[in-house]
């Protein structure tokens, strides 16, 4: 069964960084692209970065370039975001989600939370 | 940036209903070499993660129920629910992943 469960979430200061990460089971984590998305509180979904199945290329929404780093580690089936520069507006649940050769998402993990809030 | 745009952005409906919902994109998401849309929707329902229900703007995944039928081509899409169940009150979302990633606003449904 795959299983995606994101941590790292919680309230960072506005200008602050924050790391998520995403542990990745029941599949194999290196033979596949990957993915975050956000939902803002009551809004809709918003997708934020994309990484290869190898790491070698990576993809931003333009409001999180030079901000945001997707990174991961295929030997701990492992997906990381590194958060700089934290804005309100970047407060939203941020889903791990995984992306098929094609790049559609086929499966979502259960979300974190992430509020930036003086 | 392609655009996604859905309409209506809320629905009532009473089970058994047939329901239909629009997804309109700023540009073709049919690709000329394998005559593929790249076009896929999601349900969301209260409190849980986006599931994926059709990619290729008509292919269901395993396990979605039949009444689930995504159809259209190129700019203009559309997600029908032949006859709606209350399990089905949710968030839809459509989304293109022809160019980079895109996801519509989202449409509503809710009990009539």
Known sequence: EVQLVESGGGLVQPGRSMKLSCAASGFTFSNYGMAWVRQAPTKGLEWVATISYDGSSTYYRDSVKGRFTISRDNAKSTLYLQMNSLRSEDTATYYCTRATYNNYFDYWGQGVMVTVSS | ?112
Do not use: H
Not at chain 2, 31 to 43: F, G, H, I, R
């Open chain 2, 1 to 112: 940036d392609i655009v996604m745009t859905q309409t209506p952005s809320s629905q009532a409906v009473s089970a058994g209903e047939k329901v239909t919902m629009s997804c309109k994109s700023s540009q073709s998401l049919l690709y000329s070499e394998n005559k593929k849309n790249y076009l896929a929707w999601y349900q969301q329902k209260p409190g849980q993660s986006p599931k994926l229900l059709i990619s290729w703007a008509s292919t269901r995944e395993s396990g979605v129920p039949d009444r689930f039928i995504g159809s259209g081509s190129g700019t203009d899409f559309t997600l029908t629910i032949s006859s709606v169940q209350a399990e089905d009150l949710a968030v839809y979302y459509c989304e293109q992943y022809y160019d980079t990633w895109t996801f519509g606003g989202g449409t509503k449904l809710e009990l009539k």
